[in-house]
């Protein structure tokens, strides 16, 4: 197991990085899984500082794109451009041929944009022309949204957030971090130095090792019942959250939550999963999934409350 070179990673980061744990550990698990990631989070918490460190940690190619209204789909994906030497078009690449994409302020930008972001998220391939390119592997995306303005942005689609593996809330630090932060950054000559610690074979090796992580079958279908219980509340004596949910988790919710809940019991050492890791990564797999109702808005019940409504009564095998 890698689980040693894993903890270096994290170590190198944090020499960057301070107080982000919980982003670190989602991030990772969007690697080693094949997941994108959606981060939502006000401006100034670290989201691109901590990406791009990730990215030479991993000696990953890193590129990032700044979505705006007068973005597009050929400035993410590219286009072909005549060359009056050889009298021919030449494919010119865009900015998604890259390893890990940070799609910042992805609601900033109109819907044929983001299509075309979502549509190489899911096929993994980009149609230039008359030809058809495989992105490289291994590719995440990892998309930001900022909850505080929402004059002149685009909202994702529900079906189209749904491609997330996660959407993982970026809070402030704690005073004790920012102060630590705030010393640091203070010093107009800070400069840091990262040292590559894991390669693409490596990353890929990890990925087939989190794959033969056990599940357990009573935990399998734990999963399945706290979907279930999103779709149909009123089954598992969830009357007063049954008034509030419009639409339940997809099918992706449950294939994402044994995904990542194998690769948190990975990252901590263990080949097999326990209800804890389920029960930690259903906030971030199932809180852009369920879509609440007006009613819900009215009475200011948020999706989280569901959740963990549905985390308390669920009861395991």
Known sequence: MYVEKIREVLDEMGKVVVGQDKLLNRLLIGLFTGGHILLEGVPGLAKTLTINVMAKVLHLEFKRIQFTPDLLPADLIGTMIYKPKIGDYEVKKGP???????ADEVNRSPAKVQSA??????????????ETFLLDR???????QNPVEQEGTYPLPEAQIDRFMMKVYVDYLDKMKELEVMRRMSDINYEYKIRPILNK????????????????DTLERYIIELVFATRRPLDYGLRDEARYIQFGASPRATIYLNRAAKALAYLEGRDYVLPEDIKELAPDIMNHRILLNYEAEADGVRTMTIIDSILRKVAIG
């Not at 291994?138 to 930001?144: D, I, N, Q, S």
């Not at 074979?201 to 357990?216: G, L, P, Q, T, Y």
Request: aromatic share 6%.
């Open 96 to 102: 998604i041929f890259s390893n890990l994409i940070l």
């Open 117 to 130: 972001l979502l549509e190489a998220m899911q096929e993994r391939q980009v149609t230039i022309g008359d």
């Open 138 to 144: 291994p590719f995440v995306v990892l998309a930001t």
């Open 201 to 216: 074979e490596e990353i890929f090796a990890i990925r087939d090792e989190v794959n033969k992580v056990n599940i357990s």
